[in-house]
């Protein structure tokens, strides 16, 4: 399984960036999807969630209302769209994968087995 996540860069506070990440080796319209972000000297913290489908998706308080999560299954990508963007928000962000044939709600960081490498995100104030 590789995930290769892509669009991190330098944005000012307030501004908007969209990360991507382009799933492989598995069967992407079968794996719940997710987002998470480690800040420097800071634990991983899992940022957002997505179903199989994109019907259910999950966000952490710290983004809720500034980030939405979508996914194409046509072009097994999943997608970050982070807007508002805060200094706090500046970290490494990962891509990770959950292949089930289960429906259900995988919240936690524990759930998902498959990581990508990582993308950073600096927001300058």
């Known amino acids: 399984v590789q995930l290769q996540a892509s669009g991190g860069g330098l944005v000012q506070a307030g501004g908007s960036l969209r990360l991507s990440c382009t799933a492989s080796g598995l069967t992407f319209s079968r794996s719940y999807m997710a987002w998470s972000r480690q800040a420097p000297g800071k634990e991983r913290e899992l940022v957002a969630t997505i179903s199989r489908t994109g019907g259910s998706t999950y966000f952490a308080d710290s983004v809720k209302g500034r980030f939405t999560i979508s996914r194409d299954n046509a072009k097994n990508t999943v997608y970050l769209q982070m807007d508002s963007l805060k200094p706090e928000d500046t970290a490494v962000y990962y891509c990770?994968?959950?292949?089930?044939?289960?429906?259900?709600?995988?919240?936690?960081?524990?759930?998902?087995?498959?990581w990508g490498q990582g993308t950073l995100v600096t927001v300058s104030s």
């Open positions: 990770a994968a959950r292949p089930s044939i289960l429906t259900a709600h995988y919240d936690s960081l524990s759930d998902y087995g498959y």
